[in-house]
């Protein structure tokens, strides 16, 4: 078991171009355990943080939109792995390998942003004209995959390093899924700041008559969910210490 650091991101409706440029860090901790010399089970557990701004679109409707949020994730996730080459620790010969895994994760969400000076969390606001008590859950299950390397520092002590991905079964980690809702019935169930932060969409000359915010029209991707994912490397201490003592 051991400690992971690394960089995650965030893929949706308000990134929708796979931008990488802005990585946000996390952390965690991780224990396996190995059945054999190809097939281990892990567990890990870890917190981080995602961003999406239509600010740094190349689309101009995007732009237009003219949304943003940031999230900080709690990440728990148990997966199978399968290592490429048999892997011993402290062996001379498999002391390395690549692998890949799979498994299920749960974790937890909460999209803010801010607006006039003041921080707002986006899911109470109904945002997409969601009734009382039917907003989206925060709390979701996700599937996990993704490929990693292992190499032995010495018996005890290793370094790993992954490519961790999350599909998820919801689109709204970002606030953003389907159409604009009507602003007269958002008024009346939610308030002036829902209005405000459900259309904050801006005219951009030679492009848009005006804001592009009106009620039915497509505020998100409802079709593809989104995603997250977690860049990192981790130090590992193995507790398995039978080695046969020296003559």
Known sequence: MGPWAGVSYYFG?????????KPNFAGGFLARYNFNKRICLKFSAGLGEIQGDDADSDNVFERARNLNFRSILVDGTAQLEFNFLPYVHGSKEEFFTPYLFGGLSVFHFNPKTDYNGTTYELRGLGT?????????????????FGIGMKVDLSYEWSLNFELSARRLYTDYLDDVSTVYPDKTDLLKLRGQTAVDLSDRSIAIPGVTDGPIGQAGRQRGDASNNDAYLFLSAAIVYYFGDLRCPPK
């Open 128 to 144: 997409e004209g969601q009734f009382k008590g039917e907003e989206y859950y925060t709390t979701q299950a996700a599937l996990a």
């Open 13 to 21: 409706d308000l990134n929708s171009n796979y931008d990488l440029s």
